[in-house]
């Protein structure tokens, strides 16, 4: 117990600790002070004819943003439906199936990753590598880009333009993601994960048998599906895999780089609207709902299943689904850290989380992956809520609702009750067409509450963009490739074009300097405010159907009864 | 002077609670319904219901009792809401009706050469236009607002501003404006018709307060794009529950959803917002304002910067006399008693002022002496005085005149207490008698008692307060020191005033002012809220955006407070509709699935009696909770003005988390009452 908590606190330093500076290296990229690859910066855009420095306006941004996603979709569909016909695929792999297809294009280029196919029994390594870990890097560097525009909207005076898409996406790789990634992926190596174009391995086991290891090109694939928030992994099992997560250091590291980017960009953002102290509240927020919901899967996993206590050692807790190297600590830090950060990698089997573990990874995404969430966006998702904060407050204390000395009016307003509806769609309308077809209950492995779990675990990573799922859902099928695949896309652009208005419009007004009667946005009221507002709103939406699957689960748990 | 129009008009006023009764049935009318899109929306579900428990009935189903209690409760919802709006708007046409009483119903007279008087033809009031020439005479009443091109008269504008002295209008100046609905008292007047049938003062103080046509204000509006916002996400939880809840083999009957529908949909601020707009033009035409817009109301609130005019705002309009200051070798009473004498005959202000002082401090006699003449002020002599009929004279005036007028340099004695009024931003008036010099009267502007502490309060709100003044720096700086405003503007030019105000928007503050002279007009323009007096031209009052019907500059403070307590209003209410929710799901929630999951019973942490009991109550709570509610949104939260993040706590503190307590308690109460009547 002890020793698990101070793994935590070990944890919470390191992370913070590396968080800052990197935050301040990205605003400092992302402002133009770095310039050390500025050569590399030019030959990537001159041809493109992107002048360095050249505002959009919010919606060329928009729509740079959407037509690189789309084009990045299409390539990535057709890779994959003829994988067949394209080199470097040693297993010989058929092509993928057009829903899959599709659901996978998307899954990537929205930075979900949700992976409805096994990754080594599916894909070639040109796939894997020219395919997905492409989208890993600038799904990522999109998401970075939507960041710091809104920061450069927050504090834009009166102007109207927020940046230019194109050069804050080469940054966001060229200065951030591929380093991090290249100095992460060889420690990885070094830690045993493989790197290799050699399809798989044959070993001997210790009873005799002849046993087949795939291999491929993991180690890079794996340094930035944690560091993007990408979270697809190389094989099925993800970084339960020995090969993508092999020892404790490995460990340490995937579970650190997943969140530093995302807590990062709460420094970044400080700076870049100059005032720090806007950005402290934002990480103070999260922080909050982080520990919270660390603590909340780590009791249940401890105390564990009450219906397991004749066959299991209750001491253990819950290690239904767990790997033994890593135990309940590192397994339930994995839960909240993967489903905070809409990264979607797991070490753990989450079907196999308690009910409460369950509930509370789901939660983590239904808020909107906001707890640090995706790199760029979980920034930004998290200031459509000061948004609606900052309005009732702003409300409350007699003054028309400003944040960072801008006037909140109907049309920002509006635009963030519109993003109120994303969730509501993806998950519970979509999981309930689900029903209603017969889809889900072909799809569930298990009968009663669990079973809507399962299915509402699955629509809820999809439009959170989170990625992980609760294994015993069957997704491959057409009827959820489909459907998930919307809710990813709604999840990803439901946010971003009404933020990126947000931006815009903001840019555009006056900026009025701080009184005694403006509402101070970086005090304790406020951080508190601003984690009430998150957490009601999300109740509310949720806890009907929350209570008639993990809630009545656990309740059903206690009470002895199984389905 | 006596108030007419400013009387209370109590909370309960029957006369008003019954007529809103009724208008609560006839606002029933879906054209006025969809104005409000959380009530309209109540009351498509109560229809639902109303057929949903008809069907129930009919068909002699289980839950017939319950569902036909739910659907009226869900009319009751939609009713108290209109009934909230009713009141709010019975108040304020209370107090219209009173201005429109007074609305001319005679003919106008208008002349068909505006050069001769005696020819007029009689027109009805609505075919009078705008430029239009009528005549006024004695006796008449004003038909509309005007702008005055001849004459002079005396006006009982009572019905208007409450003040019972008539006033003068005249042409030209800055008197120049007549407010339909006045009375002429004297004399006769010629006026220029400057405002079209429908958009005067009167008309545009009746449409504020009457919810039909009240224009929504931009926070009203941005506030109800997000309460309809949450109502659709509330629409995707209900109707999805069904399906959820059929996984588990629960069926959930419509009418309970209809009934979750409308418990989380935030019904309260919905079935309030209007009301509480109503009431806060209300309380600003209560308190003798009109704004031509409920945007005006709203940016009073937001206002960072207030320009006052040092003169009858924050000094009496009057310098006055403060201390005889004698040169050496001249005793105080002498001094005293020559100024007294010289300003015996003296009507200005500041000559009374000299008398009272003398009177006050040495007693002296105010009986007017006999061979004095007075030499009165004029601007080739630029001093004042008097006469005796020995020969001798004394005579006040600045100190360069007087020194002209003994041909003598300054003195040391007499230039350090020159020097020493002017530093402290008093007027040095030099007493000169027979040629000699006795020394000097310190007039002094004083400064209105308690404006010192109205200024810390606006600091304390972070709004910066600015004197304008045409006092050279030296004297604005020591009476800005004294009444504690935060900044001055000296030797003030409407130019300079126009350029202050640009300045400040420009750094993004948001500028209150207020005027009245048609030099003003450029600079009322120009500032988001620009306040002008009812005595002012009519180009101040067509500038300005409220206009300030007593004509008094310290007003603006109070509008600033009402459009303050309008939108804390709104925010609290809304906390405090949107804190209700939670302790709804814990009374439905275990209502709707405890069958299928026994367990699910810990849920129900009230304790309450049955299923049906736990919804009835639910919805029961939230219609009542609009009605308890309606005596905080005609009056407005209380506002203390404080600090954004004090201001903040304490609404907090009560709205939010009071309003996720209320109801724990509301509902079981209501539960405890419905399982006694066994209504459930």
Redesign the interface.
């Known amino acids: 117990m002890t020793s698990d908590l101070i793994q935590a606190a070990l944890y919470v330093g390191l992370l913070v600790a590396a968080a800052i500076p990197l935050g301040l290296y990205m605003a400092r990229v992302f402002t133009g002070d770095m310039t050390f690859l500025a050569p590399v910066e030019r030959a990537i855009l001159a041809p493109a004819g992107v002048r360095a420095g050249e505002g959009q306006h919010w919606t060329r941004y928009a729509l740079s943003l959407i037509a690189f996603n789309a084009a990045g979709f299409l390539v990535l569909f057709l890779i994959l439906r003829f994988q067949h016909l394209l080199p470097l695929n040693p297993q010989g792999f058929d092509g993928v199936p057009a829903h899959l297809a599709f659901n996978t294009a998307i899954s990537f280029v929205t930075n979900t990753n949700w992976q409805s196919y096994g990754g080594e029994t599916t894909l070639s390594h040109l796939s894997q590598m020219a395919g997905l870990t492409t989208q890993n890097f600038v799904s990522a560097a999109s998401g970075m880009a939507v960041a710091v525009a809104v920061a450069r909207g927050l504090s834009g005076r009166q102007v109207r333009t927020i940046g230019n898409f194109w050069s804050d996406m080469v940054r966001a790789v060229l200065y951030v993601l591929l380093p991090i990634s290249i100095v992460l992926a060889v420690v990885l190596i070094a830690q045993g994960t493989p790197q290799t174009l050699a399809a798989s391995a044959t070993a001997t086991t210790v009873e005799g048998a002849q046993q087949t290891l795939a291999l491929g090109p993991v180690a890079s694939q794996v340094a930035i599906k944690q560091l993007g928030t990408n979270g697809g992994g190389f094989f099925n099992v993800n970084s339960a895999h020995p090969f993508e997560n092999p020892t404790a250091i490995s460990n340490l590291l995937s579970v650190l780089a997943i969140l530093v980017i995302p807590v990062a960009f709460c420094f970044t953002y400080g700076r870049m609207v100059g005032d720090r102290r806007q950005g402290v509240a934002l990480f103070a927020a999260m922080g909050i709902m982080f520990v919270t919901a660390f603590a909340a899967v780590y009791a249940a996993e401890r105390l564990g299943n009450p219906l397991h206590a004749a066959f299991a050692d209750p001491a253990a807790g819950n290690m239904e689904g767990k790997e033994v190297r890593f135990g309940v600590v590192n397994s339930a830090l994995w839960a909240v850290v993967t489903t905070a950060a809409s990264n979607g990698s797991v070490n753990a089997m989450h079907d196999s989380l308690t009910p409460l573990g369950g509930l509370v990874a789901m939660l983590n995404m239904q808020l909107g992956e906001i707890i640090y969430g995706g790199v760029g966006v979980g920034l930004t998702g998290m200031l459509l809520f000061v948004i609606l904060t900052v309005f009732l407050a702003g409300l409350m204390v007699g003054r028309t609702p400003e944040y960072l000395g801008k006037k909140i009016e109907a049309r920002e307003v509006k635009l963030a009750a519109l993003t109120l509806m994303v969730m509501p769609i993806g998950v519970l309308s979509f999981a309930a067409l689900a029903i209603v077809a017969g889809a889900a209950q072909s799809s569930v492995q298990d009968a009663g509450p669990h079973g809507l779990s399962e299915l509402l675990y699955a629509y809820s990573s999809a439009t959170g963009n989170n990625g992980s799922a609760f294994a015993g859902f069957n997704a491959n099928v057409a009827w959820h490739n489909t459907f998930l695949g919307a809710a990813m896309m709604l999840g990803r652009f439901g946010y971003i074009i009404p933020i990126l208005a947000i931006a815009g419009s903001l840019a555009a007004k006056k900026t009025a300097p701080p009184s005694a009667g403006t509402f101070p946005t970086h005090g304790p009221v406020f951080v508190v405010l601003l984690v009430v507002t998150v957490l009601i709103v999300g109740a509310l939406t949720f806890l009907p159907v929350l209570a008639l699957g993990p809630i009545a689960e656990h309740v059903s748990m206690i009470a002895g009864r199984t389905f | 002077m006596t108030k007419s129009t400013t009387a209370e008009i109590s909370l309960f006023e029957p006369r008003i609670l019954r007529a809103a009764a009724i208008q609560a049935f006839a606002k029933l009318d879906p054209r006025g319904l969809v104005r409000n899109p959380v009530i309209f929306v109540t009351a498509l579900v109560s229809v639902l219901a109303t057929i949903l428990a008809a069907r129930e009935v009919a068909t002699v189903g289980p839950n017939g009792f319950i569902a036909v209690q739910i659907a009226l409760w869900l009319w009751f919802t939609v009713l108290f809401a209109n009934f909230a709006e009713a009141v709010a708007e019975g108040r304020g046409k209370a107090r219209a009706d009173a201005f429109r009483a007074t609305k001319a119903s005679a003919l106008a007279k208008v002349l068909v050469e505006p050069a001769r008087r005696d020819v007029w033809q009689g027109k009805s009031l609505d075919d009078v236009v705008v430029d239009d020439i009528i005549l006024v005479e004695a006796g008449d009443t004003i038909p509309t607002d005007g702008e005055v091109i001849d004459g002079v008269a005396s006006v009982d504008e009572s019905a208007i501003t409450g003040e019972s002295a008539p006033v003068i209008r005249e042409s030209g100046g800055d008197r120049s404006s007549v407010t339909g609905g006045t009375r002429l008292v004297s004399d006769w007047l010629v006026v220029r018709v400057t405002a079209r049938q429908g958009e005067t003062f009167l008309d545009r103080m009746i449409s504020l307060v009457e919810g039909a046509k009240r224009q929504k204000t931009?926070?009203e509006?941005?506030?109800d794009?997000?309460l309809?916002?949450?109502t659709?996400?509330?629409l995707?939880?209900v109707?999805?529950?069904p399906?959820?809840?059929?996984?588990?083999s629960t069926e959930i009957p419509v009418i309970y959803l209809a009934a979750l529908f409308i418990t989380?949909i935030p019904t309260t601020i919905g079935g309030l917002l209007s009301a509480i707009g109503i009431a806060g033009m209300d309380r600003l035409v209560k308190a003798n304002v009109i704004a031509k817009s409920g945007r005006a109301v709203?940016?009073a609130?937001?206002i960072?910067v207030l320009l006052l005019d040092k003169t009858g705002t924050i000094t009496f309009g009057n310098r006055m006399a403060d201390a005889f200051e004698p040169v050496p070798g001249v005793s105080e009473r002498d001094l005293a008693e020559a100024a007294f004498l010289a300003s015996l005959a003296d009507d200005t202000p500041e000559g009374k002022s000299i008398v009272d002082l003398g009177v006050r401090k040495f007693g002296l006699s105010q009986q007017a002496r006999v061979g004095m003449t007075f030499v009165p002020f004029t601007a080739q002599t630029r001093m004042s005085g008097v006469d005796f009929a020995d020969g001798s004279s004394i005579r006040k005036g600045a100190s360069d005149t007087m020194l002209r007028l003994v041909g003598g340099a300054m003195d040391m004695a007499l230039d350090a207490i020159v020097r020493k009024i002017a530093m402290s931003g008093g007027t040095p008036l030099v007493v000169a008698r027979d040629g000699r010099i006795l020394g000097v009267v310190h007039l002094k502007d004083i400064v209105k008692p308690g404006i010192r502490e109205r200024f810390a309060e606006l600091?304390?709100?972070?709004?910066?307060t600015v004197m304008i003044t045409g006092d050279n720096p030296l004297t604005a700086a020591a009476i800005a020191a004294e009444a504690g405003v935060d900044d001055f503007l000296a030797e003030a030019t409407p130019e300079k005033k126009l350029e202050l105000i640009r300045k400040e928007q420009a750094?993004?503050?948001?500028v209150a002012m207020c005027g009245d002279g048609s030099n003003d007009a450029p600079a009322l323009a120009q500032a988001d809220v620009g306040v002008a007096m009812n005595s002012g031209t009519p180009a101040a009052k067509e500038a300005g955006n409220l206009i300030d019907l007593d004509s008094d500059p310290t007003k603006l403070i109070e509008i600033v407070l009402v459009?303050?307590?309008?939108?804390?209003s709104?925010?609290?209410l809304?906390?405090f509709s949107?804190?209700n929710?939670?302790a709804k799901?814990f009374a439905i929630?275990p209502a709707l699935?405890v069958t299928?999951?026994?367990?699910?019973g810990?849920?129900d942490v009230m304790g309450l009696g049955t299923s049906q009991s736990a919804i009835l109550s639910a919805i029961i709570f939230n219609a009542l909770v609009i009605v308890a509610l309606i005596p905080i949104a005609l009056k407005g939260v209380r506002?203390v003005p404080s600090?954004?993040?004090a201001?903040?706590?304490r609404?907090?503190a009560i709205?939010?988390i009071g309003g996720l307590i209320a109801p724990f308690i509301g509902i079981k109460l209501i539960d405890i009452i419905v399982d006694l009547l066994r209504l459930a």
Not at chain 2, 563 to 568: A, R
Request: hydrophobic share 55%; aromatic share 12%.
């Open positions: 931009p926070n509006i941005a506030l794009i997000l309809a916002g949450l659709l996400v509330f995707f939880v109707v999805t529950l399906v959820f809840a059929s996984w588990s989380l709203e940016a609130g937001d960072d600091r304390r709100m972070g709004i910066r750094e993004g503050r948001l459009g303050k307590q309008l939108l804390i709104r925010g609290a809304t906390t949107i804190a929710d939670v799901y929630l699935f299928a999951y026994p367990g699910l810990v849920l506002y600090s954004a993040s201001l903040l706590s609404n907090l709205y939010g």
